[in-house]
């Protein structure tokens, strides 16, 4: 536990100090029943873009970091966890009247999770990967807010057994661009 504080308050000083350059940052909520699973799994976390790379009008490659902790309502196993990410991300951007749409992916960013058990879910180790898919929109007078809806997983892409995974089919977030 000790250890997870230190990382926990690292993390987010990191986070501060990189807010001053970041490209964007979202806060998100997300509950669902965990796919083959018989618990239900909330998630709140942090996200921060830190850089990017705007490819074409409708490319942008970004770089960022994620905390999330996730709960369940499981009577087995640990109910709490927390997942430490670094990811990248691609957008496809759609731009429509005053909104510029995007469809977001993120693929495979190394995860450090304070536990191997959420619940009834196993992961042979305390390294993973996350995965991140959704769709969302920017808006207002210079598109710098946004919304979004997506779907997070965490697993560690069978690199071990056991890997059940840990999702959250059902997310929103809101953001903002500097």
């Not at 998100?28 to 029943?33: F, K, L, T, V």
């Not at 699973?37 to 990017?52: H, P, S, T, V, Y």
Request: glycine fraction near 8%; charge should be neutral; hydrophobic fraction near 40%.
């Amino acid at each position: 536990m000790n250890r997870l504080f230190h990382l926990t308050i690292g993390l987010v000083l990191l986070c501060v100090s990189a807010l001053a350059s970041a490209a964007e940052w979202s806060m998100s909520y997300g509950n669902s029943p965990q796919p083959g699973g018989a618990q239900d799994n909330q998630m709140i976390a942090a996200d921060l873009l830190i850089q990017e790379w705007q490819r074409s009008d409708v490319q942008r490659l970004s770089w960022g970091a994620s905390i999330t902790h996730l709960k369940t309502n499981a009577i087995e196993g640990n109910s709490n966890i927390t997942a430490l990410s670094l990811f990248p991300e691609l957008k496809l951007l759609q731009p429509i009247g005053k909104q510029l749409y995007y469809f977001q992916v993120r693929a495979l960013g190394p995860t450090w999770l304070s536990e191997k058990q959420l619940g009834d879910r196993y992961q042979a180790s305390q390294f993973a990967l996350l995965a991140q898919v959704g769709a969302g929109m920017y808006f207002g007078p210079e598109r710098n807010s946004s919304i979004g809806f997506f779907y997070r997983h965490f697993s560690n892409a069978n690199i071990d057994q056991p890997n059940d995974g840990l999702d959250v089919l059902f997310n929103l977030s809101f953001g903002h661009r500097f």
